[in-house]
C-alpha cells in the first residue's frame, strides 16, 4: 500500500511567483515569504526553486528558520526575519547573516548593543498593532537609526483581503507618511496589497500565500495534490452506521472506502460528514466522523474501488477546504502533518 502523499508541484509556485513578480513591476523587487517552512510546503526546496527564478530576498518568523533557510540557500541571497531581534538570537543572527526586521524600541535597544555594525530592516505600525514602531518611538529613534542605513523599511497591511474598509488607503497614508523622505528602501504589501497595484508596491513586495496557491491571489496555479491511499471497502447495508458517533447512516446499500489520513495529519475533524473526496474527477462524499488517521468516503457510484482519492487538488484547493470548516487556506496549508509522504515535482531549468 503507498503513503499519504502530499504532492508539492514547484513549477506552480515558480510560476506563481514569476506571475506576480510581473504584476508588481520591474520597478519593484518581488521577494518570497517562506515562514513557517513555506507554509507546510518545505522552505528549502520552495527557496532554492525560487532562487532560480530571480528572487533574492527572503522572509522567516523566526531566527531558528533563517539560520535552516541560509544553510540551504548558502551565502548571497537577503534572509529578513519578521519577528525581529529577540533575545538570544544574537549569535545566529550575526554567524548566518540574518536580518533582523527591528519592531519595537527594545529590539532597536538590542541590536544596538549587541551588533552595531549588523544590518537590519526596521517595521513601522501603521493600524495594524501587532509589530512595529509606534509613529512616536520612529520619530525619536529615525536620526539615529537613519545613520545606519537600514537595508528595509517596511509596514503590514491588516484588512488586505477586505477592499472596501477604508483601512488600505489609511495605512497606506500613514506609511508614505512616515517614510517619505528616508531615501530607504519601502515595503508595504504581501499578496493582497500587492494585487490592488503600483501605489501599493513600493521598491519591494513580500508574497506569501500568493505563491502558494491561495486566496486572494485567484489566478494563482494550484500548487498541492493531497493523495490518500484506500485501506479498505465494504459493503455497508441500509440502515447501517459509519465511524465513531454513528454520525452517518446509509440510506442504500453502500460502498464504503476508508482511507488513510485523519485529524492527527492536520486534516480538521469539523470535515466530519462535510467534505469531498476525489477518485480522479469524480466526487465522492466524506461521510461520518474523521478520525485520529482514519476517513471514510462513500464511494458508492464509483465503478471500481480507486487505489487512492485526493482531498487537495486542482477541483478542491485550500481555499475550498478552509470554507467548509470556516477558516483561511493558510491554516489548511500550515495544519498538514508531518506523515506524509512530500513529493516534489520540478523541471529543472
Ligand atoms: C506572512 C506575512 C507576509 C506574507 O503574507 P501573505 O498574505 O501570505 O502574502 C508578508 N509580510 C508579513 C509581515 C507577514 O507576516
Known amino acids: ?19 506576480l513578480d510581473a504584476k508588481s513591476g520591474p520597478a519593484t523587487q518581488t521577494a ?19 532562487l532560480r527564478q530571480g528572487a533574492k530576498t527572503f522572509f522567516v518568523a523566526l531566527a531558528e528558520e533563517g539560520a535552516k533557510l541560509r544553510q540551504a540557500i548558502g551565502d548571497g541571497p537577503e534572509i529578513f526575519i519578521l519577528s525581529g531581534h529577540m533575545a538570544g538570537d544574537c549569535d545566529m543572527i550575526a554567524d548566518l547573516d540574518l ?12 541590536h544596538m548593543d549587541v551588533l552595531p555594525e549588523a544590518t537590519f530592516g526596521i517595521q513601522l505600525d501603521t493600524g495594524m498593532n ?26 503590514h497591511l491588516a484588512c488586505s483581503d477586505e477592499p472596501h474598509t477604508g483601512m488600505n488607503e489609511r495605512q497606506l497614508a500613514e506609511f508614505t507618511r512616515m517614510t517619505d523622505g528616508t531615501g530607504l528602501r519601502r515595503s508595504l504589501s504581501a499578496t493582497g496589497g500587492l494585487l490592488y497595484g503600483k501605489d501599493y508596491h513600493f521598491d519591494l513586495v513580500r508574497p506569501g500565500i500568493g505563491l502558494y496557491g491561495g486566496r ?46 485523519g485529524y492527527a495529519d492536520g486534516i ?13 474527477d469524480t466526487a465522492c462524499p466524506l461521510i461520518g466522523r474523521v ?31 478552509a470554507d467548509l470548516i470556516g477558516t483561511i487556506g493558510y491554516e489548511v496549508l500550515t495544519s498538514l502533518g508531518a506523515r506524509y509522504q512530500r513529493r516534489y515535482s520540478e523541471t529543472l531549468g
Open 268 to 280: 480538521s475533524r469539523r470535515l466530519s460528514n462535510n467534505a469531498t473526496l476525489w477518485a480522479g
Open 130 to 155: 501587532r509589530l512595529g514602531l509606534e509613529d512616536a518611538d520612529w520619530r525619536a529613534l529615525a536620526p539615529s537609526l537613519l545613520e545606519k542605513s537600514p537595508s528595509l523599511i517596511m509596514s
Open 1 to 19: 500500500m503507498a503513503s499519504s502523499l502530499l504532492h508539492i508541484d514547484l513549477d506552480a509556485i515558480a510560476s506563481n511567483w514569476k506571475a
Open 32 to 50: 518570497a515569504v517562506v515562514k513557517a517552512d513555506s507554509y507546510g510546503l518545505g522552505a528549502d526546496r520552495v527557496a532554492r526553486t525560487l
Open 99 to 110: 536580518t533582523p526586521v527591528l519592531n519595537s524600541p527594545e529590539q532597536v535597544k538590542r
Open 216 to 261: 486572494p491571489y485567484t489566478d494563482a496555479t494550484p500548487v498541492v495534490t493531497l493523495s490518500l491511499p484506500v485501506i479498505q471497502t465494504r459493503i455497508v447495508e441500509a440502515g447501517e452506521t459509519v465511524g465513531y458517533g454513528n454520525t452517518w447512516q446509509a440510506e442504500r446499500r453502500s460502498h464504503v472506502a476508508t482511507v488513510s489520513a
Open 291 to 321: 478520525s485520529m488517521d482514519l476517513i471514510t468516503v462513500d464511494i458508492t457510484d464509483l465503478d471500481g474501488t480507486p487505489e487512492e482519492m485526493d482531498l487537495l487538488n486542482a477541483h478542491q484547493g485550500v481555499d475550498a477546504l
